[in-house]
């Protein structure tokens, strides 16, 4: 099974300041990557897929990265609503599997 | 629009069952592939399970495996996961989601059905 590794575990941030998020593969998974938005309570919402498209509705703030085992989920001009957990998920493999979260906190 | 319902969770002792259920509405069940995944209090999520969008093929995770069965009733537009022989770990919210067009990735996802496992 691929392990998926995110860093930073947590992300303090100020608003409107950009956000760099890591995602690194144990092995390559392709353009076969996701990233997911979590809110408290919420059920997680899909922003990227194919490791560099915005899924619909996505505002262009969001912009993902990266391809084989290195990923890179960069929110330029934090807005309130951006503070959350964010998940990698890579789909290369019969059985998927994410990253264990970066939590992106208000500074 | 998509919309997916979970349903079906809550509390039940070890070694007993649940059936959790899925209603999916504004797409057609039988042209999807569709995942169960899980989510323990304050952790990260785990893939549980996927139906391939004509039902011949499914998979699982090897912590559910010979426990857990997805199925689907087309006439219905529901997704089921059977969970037998529950343990405490089982404990999490439980999600389905719908895997978008053989991609892969799950373009939308239910808002989940805690299930808690018990004595």
């Known amino acids: 099974e691929t392990v998926m590794t995110q860093s930073p575990a947590t992300l303090s941030v100020s608003p409107g300041e950009r956000a760099t998020l890591s995602c690194r593969a144990s092995?390559?998974?392709?353009?076969?990557l996701a990233w997911l938005q979590q809110k408290p309570g919420q059920a997680p919402r899909l922003l990227i897929y194919g490791s560099s498209t915005r899924a619909t509705g996505i505002p262009a703030r969001f912009s993902g990265s990266g391809s084989g085992t290195e990923f890179t989920l960069t929110i330029s001009s934090l807005q309130s609503e951006d503070f959350a957990v964010y998940y990698c998920h890579q789909y290369n493999d019969w059985v998927d599997t994410f990253g264990q979260g970066t939590k992106l906190e208000i500074k | 629009q998509v919309q997916l319902v979970e349903s079906g969770g809550g509390v039940v002792q070890p070694g007993g069952s649940l059936r959790l259920s899925c209603a999916a509405s504004?797409?057609?069940?039988?042209?999807?592939?569709m995942h169960w995944v899980r989510q323990a209090p304050g952790k990260g999520l785990e893939w549980v399970a996927f139906?391939?969008?004509?039902?011949?093929?499914?998979y699982y995770a090897d912590s559910v495996n010979g426990r857990f069965t997805i199925s689907r009733d087309i006439s219905k537009s529901t997704l089921y996961l059977q969970m037998n022989s529950l343990r405490p770990e089982d404990t999490a919210v439980y999600y389905c989601?719908?895997?978008?067009?053989?991609?892969?990735?799950?373009?939308?996802w239910g808002q989940g059905t805690l299930v808690t496992v018990s004595s």
């Open positions: 989601a719908k895997e978008q067009g053989g991609s892969g990735f799950y373009d939308y």
């Open positions: 504004g797409f057609t069940l039988s042209s999807c592939a």
């Open positions: 139906i391939r969008y004509d039902a011949d093929d499914t």
């Open positions: 092995q390559s998974v392709g353009h076969n």
